[in-house]
Structure formats: structure tokens, C-alpha cells
């Protein structure tokens, strides 16, 4: 132990120290999950010294000023979700979003250039001198490990109150080149959402949604749960309630998941891969309590996010279900989950491995959901679309739609005809928007 403390110690730098390590032009990552708060408040105070140098912030949660206008001869930004944080930088053309490839290279498993410096979050080095990456792994050993293959620098900012896990959630203090002591802001991430919104109570429709989900569920079945503020409530709204020995293998866990596991509803036991395992990248629980359990306990085993949306993994799970949230739907099954238009709402992220990956699965399903309106600025409309507004990406392609859920039931495309596949969308779009979307079908559909 007195080697890893001596270690520790003299890697430690001040957050100035460490963003004077930083120079005009290099490429600068910070992996998924939260910045580094202390070196990225340092690193922006050098604005006006700084030319150049390219930030890549995966999911922005901390404001350190880049997002506003003119700091964009400074820092180059690109992001890859969309988040309230740089909302107005996305709308505005002020940063790039990235779209990851989803297969990365087969021979060297990298998805884009090295970066020059790694800036990550870790927990204090344990006796063995291993830290932990806490409550979430995404991208961040292999970014550590990439630097170092490279010969680039890894600056890690270390944070007591971390917990640790099981899987390949650790780093040795030895692949860290410098250390600086973490800084804790107001407002920092972990609201119990899982996109890094603030908690708020579940619209009226969740509960409907959750039980028409709830329906397409059997024993026995590994799940997946994306994102979004439909998806996040389902489980605490019933979707799971009389299941058993269910397995799960997602991005994270939603609140009520973490509950489940304790009351033994989810055991992992029949899944083909890593059983009796919760099999994550990110967890996080709705209470201290939820994340005192999660702390040191071996049943969650976190990944990395590209092992853990592997197609041929999920597939290799027989009886998958893949539950994805969309922001809307064609009247012919084409799902458009990242943006209406031109405008970016959100990053596709797992959703298409996981529908892919449930669709190859023996028994497996793949189900999106969605309320069937939303509120914009010129009032309520349809999710449930006679067509996409033009510019809008497509997320899951019309042949490869399932189930499509909103609080007016269920609508089953899987081998459906044009034709079958209107009148099935049609049964669960809001009936004030029937008769609009029926006649439009027609026109377009029918002779």
C-alpha cells in the first residue's frame, strides 16, 4: 500500500497544472458519462490562451462556458447526445454531433482517431492500486487504454465518493499519467434520469403504456430499457409486475430495476450470457440507499458499451426484448427516435443495436413506445405521422419495426403490408388525430 500511496502522490497535480498540459490544437476527450469538473473549469479559464483545441464531450452535463457564443476559435466542440446543457449549441450550429459508427474496427477495435489527452473521472486507488470508474464504465478503460497505446496522456480526477463494481469497471494507478483532486458542482448529474434530467412526476399515459408493455413480457426473458421520459417510468409503474427469473442486459437501470433485483424478480438465471449477472455499462439507483446496495455487489457486473451492444451478443440471448422509446412514427412503420426535421433531438445511441440484436434473438421482440402527441410551441400534435416532415432521420427502418406502443394500445407490423400496417397505426393514434391520418392514408395508400 505504501508503493500505490507514494505513486499517487507524485502524480498529483494541481486543475491548473493539468489543463497546462493541454495545447493549441490537440484533440481532447472526455469519455461517456460526467466531465471532469475541476480540470474542465481550468481548461476553460485558458479561452483566451487556447487556438484550436478539440473537445469531445459525449453527453454534456457541466457548463463550463464552451457552449455559449465565441468560444468557438477556442474549442472546437463535438458532442454525441444532445443534452439541455448545449441545446442551444446544437440548434445553432456552434458544435458538431457525432453518429458513431456502430461496428467498430474489427482489427483494432477503435471507432475514431486517438486522442491526445484522456480527461476521467476515478475513485482513490485500493490497497492493489486499482480505481474504479463508479457508478458508470461506458467508453472509459478503452479510452484510457487507447491513450496509452498511443503514448498520449491520461489525466484522472479522483472522486471519493464513487462506489466500485464488479465487471471491467477498474484502472490501475500505474496507466494514469497525472492525478488531480475532484471538485464537486452544484447541480452535477445523477437525478435518477437517465439521460441527466431533473426528476419529475410520470405523465398520465405511462401508466397505460407500461401495462400494454407489461403484456408483450414473459419469464423467463433478458430485457433492455433505452432512455427516454416514457421508458424511465415503466418499471415503477408496473410493466414488470408477476414476471419471474427475468434476465436484464441494458445500458443502465431505471428506477425500480435495482428494487426488482432485490426482491429477486430479476436473477439473470436463464440468460445464455453472463448468468446471475445484472450486465450494464451505467447504473444508478433512485435512492442512497439503492446505491449502498449496488456498492462492491458482484451481481452487477459493468462492461463496456461496445461488448454490451454487440448485435451478436444480444442475439445470442434467446428471448430478448428490446424496449426503446421514439419521437415519432410513420403511418408505414418508419421510427424516427433522434430528430424531427433537421433539428437534433437526441442520439440513437443502443436503440439500434438492441432492436437488431432482439429481432436476430430466438424469441426475441423488439418494442417501441411513445406517447401518441406532444406539445410544441404551435400546440398539440400527432406522434403517429401520415409521413415524417422532411430532413427527419430514420432511426429503425419500416422492415425492421415490431411492436409500436402508445396509451391506445398496441400495434404488431411485423410481416404486415402497407395497407395492414396503416390500420394497425391508426388504432393507437390519439382518436383526435384518426380521422386527419385516415384520410391521408387513403390518398397516399389506397386507389
Not at 87 to 108: G, H, N, Y
Not at 145 to 167: C, F, M, P, S, W
Request: proline share 6%.
Amino acid at each position: 500500500m505504501k508503493q500505490v500511496e507514494e505513486e499517487f502522490q507524485r502524480k498529483l497535480i494541481s486543475p491548473e497544472e493539468a489543463a497546462n498540459l493541454i495545447k493549441s490544437g490537440d484533440r481532447i476527450v472526455f469519455p461517456m458519462g460526467r466531465e471532469t469538473s475541476a480540470i474542465g473549469l481550468s481548461l476553460s479559464a485558458r479561452k483566451e490562451e487556447l487556438k484550436g483545441v478539440r473537445v469531445y464531450v459525449p453527453s454534456p452535463s457541466y457548463d463550463f462556458g464552451w457552449y455559449d457564443p465565441g468560444w468557438e476559435d477556442s474549442f472546437e466542440l463535438t458532442i454525441l447526445m444532445p443534452t439541455a446543457t448545449a441545446d442551444s449549441a446544437v440548434a445553432e450550429r456552434r458544435c458538431d454531433v457525432k453518429l458513431p459508427f456502430m461496428i467498430p474496427d474489427p482489427m483494432t477495435g477503435e471507432e475514431d482517431e486517438p486522442p491526445d489527452v484522456v480527461l476521467v473521472e476515478i475513485s482513490p486507488p485500493n490497497e492493489q492500486g486499482y480505481c474504479s470508474f463508479g457508478a458508470s464504465l461506458w467508453d472509459k478503460k478503452r479510452r484510457v487504454e487507447q491513450a496509452k497505446k498511443y503514448g498520449k496522456l491520461v489525466i484522472a480526477e479522483v472522486n471519493e465518493n464513487l462506489i466500485r463494481t464488479g465487471g471491467d469497471n477498474f484502472v490501475h494507478v500505474s496507466q494514469i499519467d497525472y492525478l488531480v483532486e475532484h471538485i464537486s458542482l452544484g447541480g452535477a448529474p445523477g437525478t435518477g434520469s437517465l439521460a441527466g434530467r431533473a426528476k419529475k412526476d410520470p405523465p398520465a399515459y405511462v401508466k397505460q403504456i407500461a401495462e400494454y408493455v407489461g403484456s408483450l413480457i414473459k419469464d423467463r426473458d433478458t430485457i433492455q430499457i433505452g432512455v427516454g421520459r416514457t421508458n424511465e417510468y415503466l418499471v415503477q409503474n408496473g410493466m414488470l409486475d408477476g414476471k419471474h427469473d427475468l434476465g436484464f442486459h441494458s445500458e443502465a437501470t431505471p428506477p425500480g430495476i435495482i428494487t426488482l433485483i432485490r426482491e429477486g424478480v430479476i436473477t439473470g438465471k436463464y440468460k445464455n450470457h453472463n448468468p446471475g449477472r445484472v450486465t450494464v455499462t451505467s447504473v444508478g439507483g433512485s435512492t442512497r440507499e439503492e446505491m449502498a446496495w449496488v456498492n462492491g455487489n458482484p451481481i452487477f457486473q459493468l462492461v463496456d458499451v461496445n461488448y454490451l451492444e454487440d448485435i451478436r451478443l444480444i442475439a445470442d440471448h434467446d428471448n430478448f426484448v428490446a424496449i426503446n422509446q421514439t419521437l415519432a412514427v410513420d403511418l408505414t412503420g418508419q421510427i424516427a427516435s433522434e430528430g424531427i426535421g433537421h433539428r437534433f433531438l437526441a442520439a440513437a445511441g443502443g436503440q439500434i443495436p438492441f432492436v437488431f440484436g432482439a429481432l436476430l434473438s430466438k424469441g426475441g421482440r423488439s418494442i417501441i413506445t411513445l406517447p401518441s402527441t406532444a406539445t410544441t410551441k404551435d400546440g398539440v400534435i400527432s406522434r403517429i405521422m401520415a409521413t415524417l416532415p422532411p430532413g427527419t432521420p430514420v432511426t429503425i427502418q419500416r422492415n425492421c419495426a415490431d411492436y409500436i406502443v402508445t396509451e391506445y394500445g398496441i400495434a404488431s407490423l411485423r410481416g404486415k403490408t402497407i395497407r395492414q400496417r396503416v390500420l394497425e397505426l391508426l388504432g393507437i393514434a390519439h382518436p383526435d388525430f384518426r380521422a386527419e391520418l385516415e384520410k391521408e392514408a387513403k390518398r397516399l395508400y389506397w386507389a
